[in-house]
């Protein structure tokens, strides 16, 4: 049983990655469907405090919960990453980035981060 269920993650792992486009392929660190951020501290930028001891699952690349660790659900499929410690602000990406407004960088990655609201 145990290496059937290994076989069909690994196929479902393999699709996955199939289905990402080689400019996202690039950004990818951690090649998993689902992704559990256990014991994170949770900055949501609404000026409240930060929440202490959360668990993130992240399937297929978008943010699925943010829950107290004590009672999350994490998946059994889950990668899991203990972040104890460690701030989680979600929906920030590349916090440092030089655009360059030019004719010639418009199709280049600084053009498709301004296309997509990053600036």
């Known amino acids: 049983m145990v290496a059937i269920n290994l076989l069909l ?10 289905s990402l486009s080689p400019e996202v392929h690039e950004y990818v660190k951690v090649e998993a469907p689902v992704i559990a951020l256990v ?5 949501d930028g609404n000026g409240s405090a930060a929440r202490e001891n959360q668990t993130i699952i992240i399937r297929d690349g978008k943010i699925q919960s943010v829950s ?8 059994p499929d889950a990668m899991n990453f ?33 296309a997509g609201g990053i600036t």
């Open 9 to 18: 993650m690994s196929a479902l792992f393999a699709q996955t990655m199939k």
């Open 39 to 43: 014991h994170a501290r949770v900055i």
């Open 68 to 75: 107290d660790a004590a009672t999350a659900s994490v998946p």
């Open 82 to 114: 203990d972040v104890t410690g460690r701030s989680v602000i979600p929906g920030l990406i590349d916090m440092h980035g030089h655009m360059f407004y030019t004719a010639g960088n418009v199709f280049t990655r600084d053009g498709k981060l301004a």
